[in-house]
């Protein structure tokens, strides 16, 4: 993954979402120098749930990972946990073999694979649509 490719998917954030160009810039230690970033978007964890009504629980919750990035590479696709400020926590990677695009809206996306699952909602506009195509271009070939 080279600085090029990084940068592309940065200039593609929305105004104000510019915190999370770390959480992309974390995505080449978590590679292998020859594997290529097809592309990369952000969207809200699908595991995190917002329920508190409280100042001190609203500030518990922003401790958790509220978001996500999803980037497709040419081997993978990998899954990197994001606090409220944009910074990478937990990550996992995910096999192409048996993965599948079952929808996609105006800003989320559902996939699903041999052992799971999951809908990406609130991704940024700008990102998604390349980042579709490329995930499908993966999956297909």
């Known amino acids: 993954m080279n600085a090029a490719e990084i940068e592309r998917e940065k200039d593609l954030l929305p105004f104000g979402w510019g915190r999370f160009g770390k959480s992309l810039d974390h995505l080449a ?57 944009g910074g990478p926590r937990e990550h996992t990677s995910l096999d192409y073999e048996g993965m599948e695009v079952l929808e996609v809206g105006k800003r989320d996306l559902r996939l699903r694979w041999s052992d799971g699952e999951m809908q990406v909602k609130g991704i940024a506009k700008p990102m998604l649509p390349a980042f579709e195509q490329a995930l499908r271009e993966r999956l297909a070939g």
């Not at 995190?48 to 590479?73: C, D, M, P, Y």
Request: aromatic share 2%.
């Open 29 to 85: 230690e978590l590679t292998e120098p020859s594997e290529q970033l097809l592309a990369a978007c952000i969207g809200l964890n699908p595991s995190f749930e917002h329920r508190s009504i409280t100042l001190a629980g609203g500030l518990l919750e922003l401790s958790k990972s509220t978001n996500v990035v999803l980037a497709a590479t040419d081997r993978r696709l990998l899954l990197v946990a994001l606090g409220a400020g």
